[in-house]
Each structure stands twice: as structure tokens, then as C-alpha cells.
């Protein structure tokens, strides 16, 4: 049989590079590379060349399992759809539809995790979330507010055409590695890249200026930006005066915050601070990329409004090479949110709490009522649960027992539930704690879209059939949601996508038909429509088609260094690392690169704990406490440690205190003790 090349969407960072599955003898035995690819022109990171691994690992689940006893037993998918029935509809009558939790993917796609959303809302629940609740619910409240749309403003080809890249809280040359070439074209082109972080990251020696902030001190840099490039003149009073309003009151907001202001809050010296504004706003073309470095705070929407500020302050939105470019962590975070996967939203970020949304879905899904308002996110199911008020939840592709902060409470929360179902493809933590484990499909065995962050939306081909007994997650949703009785007729991810077409306004035209070759970026109103590269163009999708400048002033972070614990630990990726690491850590080309938890600690805080590279140190945090292996680096300030959040450990300690309007959890900032393990 010859070999077949099926195109498809690599299955880790939301980039979206597109390559080619080998297919032979109905397995998948290679990667080869898709040159035509407008996003990686071919180049796949580490991740994305070891994405087969995870295919036939020995971890797969294979069958549906119950829980008996400490163990488990294999049953059929008939007596699993029985048991999930059975349960959900119990809590259901029992206990009212507030008592189920539905958590869908980031990792499923578009079609799956709309399903989903749907199940969810016709069983009466309005408790639906997925992990974009722990990387970009800032992005999808603060971006919606100040530019009317949740989405980065500029593809990533883009970036070429900067002549100033700000980068702000994004290890993107380890996270999102295929655009650091695009980045490097622009500097070749003479661009200037600052980058602001709390460590020396691989993307931070790309940087002509770097910004080495305290960890949670954003909003203060971005403030005092602003500060200069208002007192200096530098501001684009045309572009104000035409598309923002609100612009007077941050200039009132920021004046105090001077260049000399700013460097006691985040460390990094004035000239450095006025360097850096004067070099964005005077660019002819500027754009900002930022990620959980920012967002993964309890200011993390007002870090991202100050952002946004900034660029309308300076007019560098609506052309090319100017922009504001959050970049999305897991492959589908960006469809997830699109598809109202999500507590605040319904599919095409209508507004749960508005009345009218409620109608309008009732009368499209043909249903007698449905729950109106808001539903609990993602952290607050796990304390609902923790309270007994959510009683049953049904988890597809997440993994909050590693992902969650302060996770020894997620997993007591996560017991404490009387029903627990898991899909996914791996035993994960989480699934450790199910009743009932279903074994679902790998992205290459199965089809449908994926948004990336660049709001491309893309076909992946089904390449393999999945292992045994696993299926489709489309396919098992489907049967779960018509043996609770609704009418879930979808042969295939095409028929769910049409509907998608009539429901979901930006992706009216991203037809199945239109989706062959290297995908649409929303929004796509139309058949006709060729879809939208550059967002905000013509103005916003406000009130009068302005922008809001919404004045955001410095908040500190929830817990500081204090007597009893010194240190603030920080938490984020490595190269080889993804998320929570259910697939990285199963991918033996990666994990063997970087197989063990550490953590960085600066020379002189070493030499002060008596800690030697290497030493086996404890992390505390009034969390709970972990070892790991330490790492002397002068990456890190004196003051900050780093810890991968790979490995289920880490945020056994990460603080769980959340932004008061994303309800985003700030990983980023715990305050910590180390001592060195004797
Ligand atoms: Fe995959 Fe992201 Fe790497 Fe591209 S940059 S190959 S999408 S992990």
C-alpha cells in the first residue's frame, strides 16, 4: 500500500503549524513538512516533530473503565452510557441541573467542544468552563472591553512587518518556538524587540531592551509607558480623537506614574522605562505579544486593558505589523472560547446573562427553556464540589488535579463529588479520581477544526483509526447526549460545523467545503467573505466604533515576600514542556530532555540558603510543600525562583486566589520558602 500524506494541525501550542502525517499500512509512521503553511512555512518545534509519539504509547486508555474498589474494571460502552445516564440523570432529578459541572477541551475541537457546550446547556447547567479559565480569560474580558473582540488582532506572518515588537510576560521562543523566526525576519529588517519578564528566558536574549521586572508588577511598567509616551508627546492624537474614547482619564490616571515612580515598583531602571515607550511609540508599526506572564495574575484583565491602552494611545491597531497578539497556550483554547465553552458565554461570545441570548438559542436548538446567567468557572465547580454543591462532573480532555492551583484541593474536591466521569486519551491524574474513565481519540484519529491563536481555523484529517475501543470524543458525546435524551444527530464534525456556520457569526463562512487548504481566520461572516487577517481596521465593534481606553491603576499581587516566606516563586514553560504535561511527559524524545521537577534560584539567594546546583531543596508555601532539584542560574533576581509547572508537584503550591472579573488564578506569583533537603 503506498504511503499517503494526511495534512493535519500539530496537537500541542496554539500556533497552529500545519504538517503532513506519513500514513502506511494504516499506520502513522512519520512527519513530513508543509512548506505551504502561511503560519511555520514548514518548521515544527520539538513538540511538534515528536507529536506521533503520543499515538501508540503503551498509556493509551484502550476501554471504558469503572472504578471497583482501589482498581479498575474494563466494561463495555454500553454498560459506561448506562452508568453515566444513570448518574447524571440521578444528580439531575435529585439535585437540579446546578449540580453538574461539565469542564470541555482545549485540546478537542471546535465541533467537540460546541457539543459539549450544548449537552451542558439543553441539560439545564450553566456550569460549563475549559482551561482557557487558567491561561486567557483576562484576554477574552479585557480585550473584549477595550476593542470589542477576544482574538489576537494580527496573524503571525505579520510579525515580520514590525519595526518594534513588545513582548510582555511570553516565552514564546520556548513556547510558541515557530515564531521567533518571524520575529528574527523583523529584526533583520531592523526592528527593535523589548521584552519584558521576571527571568532572562531564551526570548529575552532576542531582546535590544529588557525589561526585568518583579513578578506582578505589569500594570505598574505598562502605566509608566504610557506615562512618557503621554508627557513626551508621542501619543497619535488623530487615531485617539477618531477611534477611542476614555483617553483623558488615563492620561488623568497615569500621571503620577513617573519613569522614577515605576522603577521602585518593578525594579527595572527609569531609563530603561522611558527607552522602551519611546521606542514603541514612535515605531511606524508596533505590536505588543503577551501570554500568562500577564495574564495568569489576580490583575490579569487589568494588565491586558493596560496593554491594550497602550497600543491605542499610540494608534499602532487596524495595519499591518501593528497589533495586540495574545498568544494562546493548548492548540484550541481559542475555538474553545468561540465556541461559549465557557461560563459567561454562549458560542459566539453571546452573553449568558443577556436575556435575549437565552432566546436566541432556544429557538435555534429547538429547546423549552434554558438556564439563564452566568455559570461557575472552572475553579469554582472545584469548590462547589469541595462545598457538596456540585455533585456530579463530567471532565473531557482537562486535567485539573495537575493544572489547578493549590492542587491537593482540587483532587479532595474532585473525591468528594458522587459522580466523577474522565474522557481523555491517558490515565491522568484526574481520571485517577473518576468512577467511570472513557477512552477517547488523539487528534490524528479523528477530524474536525481547530482555532489557533492567530484565529485561523483549520481541517485536521483523520490519519489512524483510534486503539481498540477508543472513539471519537464528537462520537461519544453524541451518545451520552442522546441517551439522556437529547435530539444529537451528527453524523460527522461536517454537520456540527454547519450548524456552527448559522450560529456562530464569525464563523458564517468557514464552511466545510472552504476549508482544504491552509484554513480562514475569523471573522468569516459569509460565504463570500475571504475572512480577516488584521482585525480592527475599520474601526471597533463598540458602541460608535471606538475603542474604550479603560484606566487601570497598579494593584500588588495578592501575596508578597514576607519574614516567613521570602521568596516569590514564578512559575512557566520549557521548550519541551507543554501545559500540565499529560502528553509531553508520555513523548520520550522530550521528557528525556528535561525529565525532572526544578527549580531556579539566583547565586546570591544560593549562596545565602547554603544550596549547591544540584541539591535536593523543599518549596513551601502555606499550600503545601515540594521538592526539587535546584538549579543555580543568574536568570532569576535575587529574591524570585522559577518552577516549570510540568510535573504535578508545582502547583501543589501555586496560589489560588483569583482576578476578580476573569476568575484566572495567579500562578505567577506565590510567595515561598525554600530550604535545602539534608
Ligand atoms: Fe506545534 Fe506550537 Fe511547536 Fe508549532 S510551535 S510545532 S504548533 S508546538
Redesign the pocket.
Known amino acids: 500500500m503506498p504511503k499517503v500524506l494526511v495534512p493535519t494541525v500539530?496537537p500541542?501550542?496554539a500556533?497552529?503549524?500545519g504538517f503532513y502525517i506519513a500514513v502506511e499500512k494504516e499506520r502513522a509512521t512519520g512527519i513530513e513538512y508543509m512548506p505551504e503553511h502561511p503560519a511555520?512555512e514548514g518548521s515544527?518545534?520539538s513538540?511538534?516533530n515528536a507529536a506521533l509519539e503520543i499515538l501508540y504509547h503503551q498509556d493509551r486508555l484502550r476501554h471504558p473503565l469503572k472504578r471497583k474498589g482501589d482498581g479498575w474494571a474494563g466494561i463495555s460502552w454500553e454498560e459506561a452510557l448506562d452508568l453515566i445516564t444513570r448518574s447524571l440523570s440521578g444528580a439531575l432529578k435529585k439535585h437540579g441541573p446546578d449540580s453538574l459541572g461539565f469542564l470541555a477541551s482545549s485540546k478537542c475541537t471546535n465541533e467537540e467542544n460546541y457539543l459539549i457546550e450544548k449537552m451542558a446547556r439543553l441539560l439545564g447547567s450553566r456550569n460549563i468552563d475549559n482551561c482557557a479559565r487558567l491561561c486567557h480569560a483576562p484576554s477574552v474580558v479585557g480585550l473584549n472591553r477595550t476593542l470589542g473582540a477576544a482574538g489576537m488582532t494580527n496573524p503571525i506572518p505579520d510579525l515580520a512587518n514590525s519595526k518594534c515588537i513588545f513582548i510582555i510576560g511570553s516565552n514564546l521562543a520556548e513556547t510558541?518556538?515557530?515564531l521567533s523566526r518571524w520575529i528574527h525576519r523583523a529584526k533583520d529588517s531592523g526592528a527593535v524587540v523589548i521584552v519584558a519578564d521576571p527571568r532572562l528566558t531564551h526570548t529575552a536574549w532576542m531582546a535590544d531592551i529588557f525589561l526585568q521586572l518583579r513578578p506582578g508588577t505589569d500594570v505598574a511598567l505598562l502605566n509608566g509607558m504610557a506615562q512618557v509616551i503621554i508627557r513626551e508627546g508621542l501619543t497619535d492624537r488623530e487615531y485617539i480623537s477618531k477611534w477611542t474614547r476614555g483617553y483623558g482619564d488615563l492620561a488623568k490616571a497615569v500621571r503620577e506614574c513617573t519613569p522614577e515612580k515605576v522603577a521602585e515598583i518593578t525594579g527595572i531602571p527609569a531609563g530603561d522605562i522611558v527607552r522602551a515607550a519611546r521606542a514603541y511609540a514612535i515605531s511606524p508599526a508596533s505590536v505588543v505579544l503577551y501570554s500568562m506572564g500577564i495574564t495568569q495574575h489576580s490583575t490579569g484583565t487589568d494588565n491586558v486593558q493596560a496593554v491594550a491602552n497602550l497600543a491605542l494611545i499610540c494608534g499602532h491597531l487596524g495595519k499591518p505589523g501593528s497589533g495586540v497578539m495574545p498568544l494562546r497556550g493548548q492548540?484550541n483554547v481559542q475555538g474553545a472560547c468561540d465556541m461559549g465553552a465557557l461560563a459567561e458565554f454562549y458560542p459566539g461570545y453571546r452573553k449568558a446573562e443577556d436575556p435575549e441570548t437565552a432566546k436566541f438559542f432556544i429557538s435555534a436548538w429547538g429547546a423549552s427553556s434554558l438556564s439563564a446567567g452566568r455559570g461557575l468557572t472552572a475553579m469554582e465547580m472545584i469548590d462547589a464540589a469541595a462545598k457538596g454543591k456540585i455533585k456530579a462532573m463530567y471532565i473531557v480532555g482537562e486535567d485539573p488535579a495537575n493544572s489547578d492551583p493549590k492542587s491537593h484541593h482540587t483532587r479532595d474536591a474532585l473525591e468528594n463529588l458522587e459522580f466523577l466521569v474522565v474522557q481523555d486519551i491517558f490515565m491522568t491524574a484526574t481520571a485517577q479520581l473518576a468512577d467511570l474513565v472513557l477512552p477517547a481519540s488523539a487528534w490524528a484519529e479523528k477530524e474536525g477544526t481547530y482555532t489557533s491563536t492567530e484565529r485561523r481555523v483549520q481541517w485536521s484529517n483523520k490519519a489512524i483509526e483510534p486503539p481498540e475501543e477508543a472513539k471519537p470524543d464528537l462520537e461519544i458525546v453524541c451518545s451520552v447526549a442522546r441517551r439522556l435524551g437529547l435530539e444529537f444527530d451528527y453524523p460527522d464534525a461536517a454537520s456540527v460545523l454547519a450548524e456552527i456556520n448559522r450560529l456562530v457569526p464569525q464563523y458564517g463562512g468557514i464552511t466545510r467545503e472552504r476549508l482544504n487548504g491552509t484554513g480562514l481566520v475569523w471573522p468569516c461572516p459569509n460565504q463570500d467573505h475571504p475572512g480577516t487577517p488584521i482585525l480592527h481596521s475599520q474601526g471597533f465593534k463598540l458602541a460608535e466604533g471606538r475603542a474604550s481606553i479603560v484606566p487601570v491603576m497598579f494593584r500588588p499581587a495578592a501575596e508578597e515576600a514576607s519574614w516567613e516566606y521570602p521568596f516569590i516563586l514564578t512559575t512557566g514553560r520549557v521548550t519541551v514542556h507543554h501545559n500540565a504535561g499529560s502528553m509531553t511527559r508520555r513523548s520520550p524524545s522530550l521528557i528525556e530532555r528535561e525529565p525532572d521537577i526544578f527549580v531556579e534560584i539566583s547565586t546570591s539567594d544560593a549562596a545565602r540558603l547554603k544550596v549547591a546546583e544540584g541539591d535536593e531543596v523543599v518549596i513551601a508555601t502555606p499550600r503545601g510543600e515540594t521538592a526539587a532539584t535546584a538549579r543555580l542560574t543568574d536568570r532569576v533576581k535575587r529574591g524570585v525562583v522559577f518552577m516549570p509547572f510540568h510535573f504535578p508537584g508545582t502547583n501543589i503550591l501555586t496560589s489560588d486566589v483569583t482576578d476578580p472579573e476573569a476568575r484566572i488564578p495567579e500562578f505567577k506569583v506565590s510567595a515561598c520558602k525554600i530550604a535545602r533537603r539534608y
Do not use: F, S
Open positions: 500539530c500541542y501550542c500556533a497552529g503549524c511555520n515544527l518545534c513538540k511538534g510558541h518556538p515557530v492548540n
